[in-house]
């Protein structure tokens, strides 16, 4: 009995260690936003809400460019990232479409919650069919563990992605960091910063 007794408190004792470490992973969050300052590698962002957030970059940190395309760009068997809302009878509406220069094919593939606007979702995949439709041209995009079907009104943004640099980074500029590190003080840590040109807001 004893014996069970110890084995069970070690057991809770591993469980409030997972637990522990579990609460110590960092919060991944994305910024969207424009530059407010900057100094050295720290930006200050005003994100979409008003707050202002300051942002570490990495010393290696990569910078891209996200300039405007057309939905003509969008070619069967190109991989792109479309983030859609849910429409009424089920199907799936564009708000924006990425398309990612071939370098980047296959990153974040598949489907997935989004947090552009309350119940959005992202689709990251390859494009298979185009077909023009009587609300735009509906796309199917397939991806290694399903497919959906997605239809893109005309005046939806179209982007995609060029090489930048950190001289692209100064106040004004509109930028979107997707997975960037939240720390306890409330500032974020970024590996990389994708920044619009031309004006653009990086519909992402």
């Known amino acids: ?25 960092p919060q991944k969050v994305n910024v969207r936003g424009t530059i407010e300052a900057v100094d050295g590698t720290v930006l200050s962002t005003k994100s979409r809400d008003g707050t202002v957030m300051k942002v570490k970059l990495a010393d290696n940190a990569s910078v891209r460019g996200v300039v405007k395309m057309a939905l003509a760009d969008v070619k069967v068997g190109s991989y792109v990232g479309v983030a859609t809302m849910p429409q009424p009878d089920g199907s799936l509406k564009a708000l924006e479409v990425l398309i990612f220069p071939d370098a ?51 005046d939806v943004p179209v982007v995609t992605f060029v090489p930048g640099d950190k001289g692209e980074l100064k106040p004004g500029a509109k930028i979107v960091i997707i997975g960037a590190t939240k720390l306890e003080d409330g500032t974020v840590e970024a590996a990389g910063v994708n920044v619009g040109r031309n004006g653009i807001m990086p519909p992402m």
């Open 1 to 25: 009995m004893r014996r069970m007794m110890g084995l069970g408190a070690a057991g809770i004792a591993m469980l409030m260690v997972a637990s522990s470490v579990w609460a110590q992973q």
């Open 104 to 154: 980047m094919r296959g990153v974040a593939e598949g489907h997935r919650p989004w947090d552009l606007q309350p119940t959005s979702q992202m689709t990251n995949a390859n494009v298979e069919v185009m077909v023009a439709g009587k609300d735009g041209q509906e796309l199917s995009l397939k991806y290694k563990d399903g497919e959906k079907k997605i239809i893109v009104p005309p």
